[in-house]
């Protein structure tokens, strides 16, 4: 695998995942040449998102005044994926910030090939001022007890 | 503006694009809290790729041997975008390798706000091998020429 | 062209459209096979119903206690269409009902090639109820003028 | 449940289906107002579509001379669908002709509740002439032994 700037030592951070969702890449995630498109990744990572924050009890209740938004999000495609194969899309909480906290992802096939990896972080935003707001205790502690 | 890893001084970055498309956010790109949705982004910045390299000469002909690949991409959130909003996606060629070529993006509004900045590698691939392969002299040249 | 059940005199029905929308297909809407996807032209309807509804002066502020919402959708598939092509979406009012519109809509290429046709039943729903509720005479009147 | 044009009677139509899919609904297929977005659906009649097709045996081989393309398309939205809630999408065969075969499709939610059906004409197209083809006797079997 190529190395990536923000995975020291992979065995060691393959390790620490254990928290994944299935995708059955569709018909209309395939390009013109068979190959899985990339922005498709983005939305896999976006649904094994909002399950893993449901899963440790994170953003339970967006009708309150606080809002998880995107901050950036990076991916780098180790393999070529084709329709019909199967991804096990995994995430974890990698570190926690103020008002943020870093997501790590891992996508492998069925025969356990490494084909993509990611990060990005998530902000925690207030919605009346759209600026970011220190998490809550609450959130912070769900946040550590995750992280490894 | 946040500081991103991939930008060293911004006035300077920002000056070298003079390559951009026009791109209405849709309807269906934005989720129930109106916002732009992350992976839209993504998407425009394959339109602005797909163009940018077209309009530099680059792979203009996929029927040949080699492809270009996506090996890498990542995407920072400065600004909230609404639907009905007009973006203007820059894009430049960045550095040139052997066998592959960074490209950076800009995506501001009407009103001149940086709401996105973004990069990624293109891999130059052989079909048949389904590995990199170096960058033909005609396309370097053009690379060359483009990177400021 | 192929018969379809909406439409009667296809040369009456083309020639009272006169508001259509640019789109150009976007790689990530091709498919394996080099063909637009289906999925997208449903895509490219929503874009120009959103505008064409605009134009008309309907549905103009959706804080209200009003919505428009998709009753049904069809598209007929007439000619196939391919990553770069340019598309022009157009949309008409074709009658109004108590609570509801009926909008048709013909995409041609920049051949003038009838490429699809479609329409599909907007109904003007109460947030707070769910359930349909007749037009404002605002509302009625806008497109009543818009009806040829 | 509102009258649509291609069922005529709704317990009868229900009956014959016995092959379904299942689908959560993505974060990035709701929109503004946290409904399911109309476009999505038919991406999903496309994902159960090809899976049916393979069910029963057709267009298994898709590098021969032979390709299913969509001629038409339409759905009815009966009940709003909102992120988090599952689908089960049925499909079957309803009629064959000499190139083509009518799909009727079906989405119920987790409680049985109907809130999409739909319908659309897949042709075999041969890829050389790029017009329709004849249906193959095998394949014309296939779908026969799943007609009810």
């Known amino acids: 695998m190529r190395k990536v700037s923000y995975i020291d030592d992979f065995e060691h951070w393959k390790s620490e995942f254990d928290f994944s969702i299935r995708i059955d890449v569709r018909f209309s995630e395939v390009d013109m040449f068979g190959h899985m498109n990339n922005v498709a990744t983005f939305d896999y990572f976006e649904e094994a998102r909002i399950k893993y924050m449901a899963h440790i009890g994170l953003f339970k ?31 974890k909480a990698q570190s926690v910030g103020n008002s943020s906290l870093d997501l790590h992802y891992l996508g492998i096939n069925e025969q356990g090939d490494v084909c993509i990896t990611g990060r990005g ?8 001022t759209g600026k970011s707001a220190p998490l809550s205790t609450e959130h912070r502690e769900a946040i550590l007890t995750a992280v490894k």
């Open 61 to 91: 209740d967006l009708s309150g005044d606080e809002l998880p938004v995107v901050g950036d999000l990076q991916c780098d495609y180790h393999k070529q994926v084709y329709f019909g194969e199967t991804l096990y899309i995994y995430v």
């Open 121 to 128: 972080v998530i902000i925690n935003m207030n919605k009346k």
